[in-house]
């Protein structure tokens, strides 16, 4: 019955599979890459560490870490190495027995080097490894993709009315159920693209070191918010085309851009004086509560649960807890399959 919805589910997961893969095989090249700088800092430091004469004061900070300092009076280096423990090790190595042309940082997750340009009294090499990564991150980046996904799969209605929707009405099943085992095989490939997304950052950062991933209290709260808010998104752009013929490319294309404008400009109108414009600007504030995107970006942080209210209604609503917005987008999800499933009733072949 919906064979041909599974196929095109299937090749899209297929075609993003095969995206990551070449995105690992660069992953993988870059820590070949990387080995050598990596390799060579660590084995510098452990020499310092261990010089003849070296001094070494370990003392416990107030937040329970423990530092230790290494005094190297051959080259006047110092070594300070902060052990937190289950939250990571940071080394910091300074003097002028540091040599670095150029300030240079990366970071591939848990692990990143900082160095700092040599200068009269020498250069400094910060690494920090070991530290805990949050799961509600890799929530944040698997909904970016499957919001993609969601795009690509988005409009199923509008596929079949272009060509063959006498057809369509001859199967033996109401085209509300139609509809929904239409959309419950999309929502599955959504879901799926979210766990590729999570199984290739998880492999990307064991590359360089083993993941640790930590699960706070307002994780559950943070992936039902990253799962609801692809599907509230898919439902939102097949509501926009479901009885239409043609031009479902230009709705998915109209919907990004109103996604992505809608809240520079609305702040734009916001901030100008004239009663006017600023009326537009507070209609303008209303219509992005319809916008399921904006409840994971409208937070002040990486990852959502922390905005803070500032523009009344609108903040207010976009930036509220993670679990109040999860509670919102799932019934905008609602709403949008309802509205599709409207419009598909009454559409006449």
């Known amino acids: 019955m919906f064979y041909a919805e599974w196929l095109r589910v299937r090749n899209c997961l297929r075609i993003l599979a095969i995206v990551f893969a070449a995105l690992f095989v660069i992953v993988a090249?870059?820590?070949?890459?990387?080995?050598?700088?990596?390799?060579?800092?660590?084995?510098?430091?452990?020499?310092?560490?261990?010089e003849r004469g070296a001094r070494v004061t370990t003392t416990r900070l107030a937040d329970g870490s423990t530092q230790t300092i290494?005094?190297?009076p051959s080259d006047h280096d110092r070594i300070v190495v902060v052990d937190r423990g289950w939250h990571g090790k940071t080394i910091t190595v300074s003097g002028p027995g540091v040599e670095s042309d150029r300030s240079q940082t990366f970071q591939v997750g848990t692990l990143g080097v900082?160095?700092?340009?040599?200068?009269?009294?020498?250069g400094a090499i910060q690494v920090t490894t070991d530290a805990p990564e949050s799961a509600r991150d890799l929530l944040l980046l698997?909904?970016?993709?499957?919001?993609?996904?969601?795009?690509?799969?988005?409009?199923?209605?509008?596929?079949e009315n272009r060509n063959h929707l006498e057809v369509v009405w001859t199967k033996p099943i109401s085209r509300e159920r139609y509809a929904l085992g239409v959309f419950g095989v999309d929502a599955i490939g959504i879901l799926a693209s979210m766990?590729?997304?999570?199984?290739?950052?998880?492999?990307?950062?064991?590359l360089f070191e083993l993941p640790i991933i930590v699960i706070d209290p307002q994780t559950p709260a943070v992936l039902a918010l990253?799962?609801?808010?692809?599907?509230?998104?898919?439902?939102?752009l097949t509501a926009a085309a479901a009885s239409l013929k043609r031009g479902r490319g230009a709705v998915l294309g109209l919907g990004w851009c109103a996604a992505l404008f809608i809240l520079p400009v609305t702040m734009g109108f916001l901030a100008l004086q004239q009663p006017a414009v600023h009326f537009v600007g507070v209609v303008l504030s209303y219509?992005?509560?319809l916008d399921p995107i904006l409840y994971i970006h409208m937070s002040g942080s990486s990852a959502p649960g922390d905005g803070t209210p500032v523009y009344g209604v609108m903040y207010s609503v976009?930036?509220?807890?993670?679990?109040?917005r999860a509670a919102i987008v799932f019934a905008l999800a609602v709403i949008y399959s309802a509205l599709s499933l409207v419009q598909w009733h009454r559409l006449e072949a």
């Open 29 to 50: 090249l870059l820590r070949v890459a990387l080995n050598g700088q990596i390799a060579g800092s660590r084995a510098w430091i452990n020499v310092e560490m261990h």
């Open 70 to 72: 290494y005094d190297v």
């Open 114 to 122: 900082h160095a700092t340009r040599s200068t009269a009294h020498g």
């Open 142 to 159: 698997a909904a970016f993709v499957a919001l993609i996904i969601a795009t690509v799969l988005s409009g199923p209605l509008a596929n």
């Open 195 to 206: 766990a590729l997304a999570i199984v290739f950052m998880l492999l990307s950062t064991a």
């Open 226 to 236: 990253t799962i609801f808010t692809p599907l509230a998104w898919y439902a939102l």
């Open 287 to 289: 219509l992005m509560l």
């Open 318 to 324: 976009l930036g509220a807890p993670a679990a109040t």
